[in-house]
């Protein structure tokens, strides 16, 4: 059943999810980015957002952009959870295809990841892509089924399922070491 708010109480509602989703999504995402995009303003717009303080998720729905410094998450669906301190715990967002970019380093190419499902869990550094998961650096490129990246020891691992005549698909481009004149 649908239930109609007022329109004071939805602005009362919005102000305070729009509070509280920046508090929650401030913490994750630089883990994965610049070390300077925590401490930039989150913007998180979609087409729906609501806060649920007794299972502790924020979910938005719709056309969902976070943006954060140089990282930026488009999806259809973001669920976050965290714990009874406000600390997220994991982020699932899903997509066709959900999509994550960020700048790593400064100076380099920006990582561009897509997939089904891009899941992140902020205090184990670890992202996992799932269905059709990509991410791209450069001319350096991995696809398969499952893309998992731990942020913190800058290792990614592809996997693709037995059996089921899939594969992982890695393609990287040399540097070009030669001295110019």
Same mark, same amino acid.
């Given at each position: ?63 969902? @952009? ?5 990282? &930026? ?9 965290? !714990? *009874?301190?406000?600390? %997220? ?57 499952? @893309? ?5 020891? &800058? ?9 089921? !005549? *899939?594969?992982?698909? %890695? ?11």
């Amino acid at each position: 059943m649908i239930q109609r708010l007022n329109p004071l109480t939805l602005m009362r509602m919005k102000r305070q999810q729009g509070i509280s989703l920046f508090l929650l999504f401030i913490l994750s995402l630089p883990c994965y980015a610049l070390p300077s995009d925590s401490q930039k303003p989150l913007l998180v717009t979609s087409d729906y957002s609501s806060l649920n303080y007794q299972d502790n998720t924020a979910t938005n729905i719709g056309h969902v @952009i976070m943006q954060q410094g140089s990282s &930026k998450l488009t999806a259809d669906k973001v669920i976050t959870y965290y !714990n *009874s301190h406000h600390k %997220i715990i994991k982020i699932i967002s899903y997509g066709h295809p959900a999509r994550y970019q960020t700048q790593v380093q400064l100076n380099t190419p920006i990582l561009y990841t897509s997939g089904e499902t891009i899941t992140f869990y902020p205090t184990q550094n670890l992202a996992i892509l799932e269905g059709n998961a990509t991410a791209r650096r450069g001319h350096n490129f991995m696809q398969a089924k499952q @893309i998992s990246y731990n942020t913190k020891e &800058k290792i990614m691992l592809s996997s693709a399922e037995l059996g089921d !005549n *899939s594969y992982a698909r %890695i393609t990287v481009t040399p540097q070009n070491n030669a001295s110019t004149p």
